[in-house]
C-alpha cells in the first residue's frame, strides 16, 4: 500500500503541479539531447533511442555543430529573451530534465547520456558513501572545509564513475569553459583527451569559436559552456534586472557568433535546468545543532529543493515523524524505495553507486521551498534563486536551433 506522501507525490503529478522526467506526454529529455549530440560525434545510437535519432535529425549533421549550455536558461526565459535577439528568433523545441534539475546531475547526463540512477551524480552535494563526507561534487572539493577531494583520497575517476560519452568522440570534440573550470577535474573527466579552449570573456568565447569553425575549418562538436544566466539568477532571482542583463548579454555574444558563422555551423543552445524565485517565507533551515541531526548518519545533502538524508539505522520512524511534524506541510518524505518506485531519478533501477549516494530519503515539494542545511545567514539560504526540485520553472529547458 502506497504510503501518504507517495500519494501525495502521485497526485501533484497528475494535478500538474510537478512534471515527471519522462512518464506520461514529457518532452525528449536531457537524456535524448546528450545521446542526439553523441550520435552527431560518431557516437552509435542503439535501437531504442528513437527521441534521441529524431533530435539528431533535427539538429544536422551536415555541418560542424556548435552546442551551448547556457546554464539556467529555462523555458521561462524564452519569452523574455528580447525581440529580434538569436534566442527569440531561432526554431525552439522543448525537452525536460532530468532529476534532480540541478546543474551537477544534468551535465554528468550531457556527458554520459546516462540517467542519475545510472550516473550516480545526483547533486551539488553529493554524499560520498565509501568516504563518509559530503563533497560539493563538481569544484571536487568537501563540503564543509572546502579541502580538495584529493587530500581524503578520492580520484576523480571514483567521484565520476560512468563512462563520459563526449569522451569517446575521437578527434570530434572541443569544448570551451571559462578559465577557472577548463581543466576541472570534472571538465576532464567530460571531455577525456579532447582539446579545450578556456575563456575570460564573452567576447573571448566568442572569438575562441569563429576562430576554430571559420579560420581553422575545424569539424565536429564545438561544446561552450556559459554559467553567466544561472549565477545572475541565483544571486539576484530569474526575473531580476540583473538577470535579464546576463540574458541580453548571451544573446547579443550568440548573436554575434552565429552572423560571423554565417551558416558554416549548424547551432544548438540548450540548459540543464530552469530556475525558481525563493522568498524569504519559503526558507526553512536546518540548523546543524537541531535535535534531528541526531537521527541521521550525516548532515543532510543533495539539494535546497530536494534535502536527501542518510537516516541512521533504526530510526527511520522516529525520523520521519520527527520530519513531517515540522515540515510535512510543505514536504513530501519519501523513502529511496518510494523514489525508485515512482521512477524519478530514471526508468531503471538504481545503481549501487546512485543509491548509496542519495540515502536513505529525499524530500519533495510542490511549492518553491527550499530547506538549507548550515548556519543562520549562510551564503546558500541568502541566494534568491533555487532549482532541482520537479517544478515546470525548473524541469522545463528549450533546444533552440539557430
Given at each position: 500500500m502506497a504510503s501518504a506522501d507517495v500519494e501525495r507525490v502521485e497526485r501533484w503529478f497528475r494535478d500538474g503541479d510537478l512534471l515527471h522526467p519522462f512518464e506520461g506526454d514529457a518532452p525528449p529529455s536531457t537524456v535524448d539531447l546528450a545521446r542526439a549530440i553523441a550520435s552527431i560525434g560518431g557516437v552509435p545510437l542503439s535501437d531504442e533511442d528513437t527521441r534521441a535519432a529524431e533530435l539528431a535529425e533535427r539538429i544536422g549533421r551536415d555541418r560542424p555543430l556548435l552546442f551551448v549550455l547556457v546554464d539556467g536558461l529555462g523555458c521561462v526565459f524564452d519569452e523574455l529573451a528580447k525581440p529580434g535577439g538569436l534566442l527569440a528568433g531561432a526554431e525552439?523545441?522543448?525537452?525536460?530534465?532530468?532529476?534532480?534539475?540541478t546543474t551537477a546531475a544534468a551535465l554528468t547526463t550531457l556527458a554520459t547520456g546516462a540517467w542519475p540512477c545510472q550516473h550516480g551524480v545526483p547533486a551539488w552535494y553529493t554524499h560520498l558513501h565509501h568516504n563518509d563526507l559530503t563533497a560539493t561534487i563538481l569544484p571536487f572539493v568537501e563540503r564543509d572545509s572546502e579541502r580538495k577531494l584529493q587530500e581524503f583520497g578520492i580520484r576523480p575517476s571514483e567521484a565520476f564513475a560512468y563512462p563520459s560519452l563526449m569522451a569517446s568522440m575521437q578527434g570530434r570534440l572541443r569544448t570551451y569553459h571559462p578559465r577557472a573550470i577548463s581543466n576541472s577535474?570534472?571538465?576532464?573527466?567530460?571531455?577525456?583527451?579532447?582539446?579545450t579552449d578556456?575563456?575570460?570573456?564573452?567576447?573571448?568565447?566568442?572569438?575562441?569559436?569563429?576562430?576554430?569553425?571559420?579560420?581553422?575549418?575545424?569539424?565536429?562538436?564545438?561544446?561552450?559552456?556559459?554559467?553567466?544566466?544561472?549565477?545572475?539568477?541565483?544571486?539576484?532571482?530569474?526575473?531580476?534586472?540583473?538577470?535579464?542583463?546576463?540574458?541580453?548579454?548571451?544573446?547579443?555574444?550568440?548573436g554575434a557568433i552565429s552572423e560571423q558563422l554565417d551558416g558554416r555551423a549548424r547551432i544548438?543552445?540548450?540548459?540543464?535546468?530552469g530556475e525558481l524565485h525563493v522568498s524569504a517565507a519559503e526558507k526553512s533551515l536546518f540548523l546543524p545543532d537541531d535535535e534531528?541531526?541526531?537521527?541521521?548518519?550525516?548532515?543532510?545533502?543533495g539539494e535546497p529543493r530536494v534535502p536527501m538524508f542518510c537516516v541512521r539505522s533504526g530510526r527511520k520512524d522516529a525520523f520521519a515523524g520527527q520530519f513531517r511534524e515540522r515540515w510535512g506541510r510543505d514536504w513530501a518524505l519519501l523513502t529511496l524505495e518510494e523514489a525508485e518506485q515512482l521512477r524519478l531519478f530514471g526508468p531503471t533501477p538504481l545503481s549501487s553507486l546512485a543509491a548509496e549516494r542519495i540515502g536513505?530519503?529525499?524530500?519533495?515539494?510542490?511549492?518553491?521551498?527550499?530547506?538549507?542545511?548550515?548556519?543562520?545567514?549562510?551564503?546558500?539560504?541568502?541566494?534568491?534563486?533555487?532549482?532541482a526540485g520537479l517544478r515546470s520553472?525548473?524541469?522545463?529547458?528549450?533546444?533552440?536551433?539557430a
Open positions: 525552439g523545441i522543448q525537452l525536460r530534465s532530468v532529476f534532480p534539475s577535474e570534472f571538465t576532464t573527466y567530460l571531455r577525456g583527451s579532447a582539446p578556456p575563456y575570460d570573456s564573452l567576447r573571448d568565447a566568442a572569438a575562441s569559436v569563429v576562430s576554430r569553425i571559420v579560420e581553422q575549418d575545424e569539424p565536429g562538436i564545438h561544446y561552450l559552456y556559459l554559467p553567466m544566466v544561472d549565477s545572475a539568477s541565483h544571486r539576484d532571482g530569474p526575473l531580476a534586472s540583473g538577470t535579464l542583463r546576463a540574458l541580453e548579454k548571451v544573446d547579443r555574444a550568440l544548438a543552445i540548450s540548459a540543464d535546468h534531528i541531526i541526531d537521527e541521521l548518519h550525516t548532515p543532510p545533502h536513505s530519503h529525499i524530500a519533495v515539494s510542490a511549492n518553491r521551498n527550499i530547506l538549507v542545511y548550515g548556519e543562520a545567514g549562510n551564503r546558500v539560504s541568502a541566494l534568491n534563486g533555487y532549482h520553472e525548473e524541469m522545463e529547458i528549450p533546444l533552440l536551433l
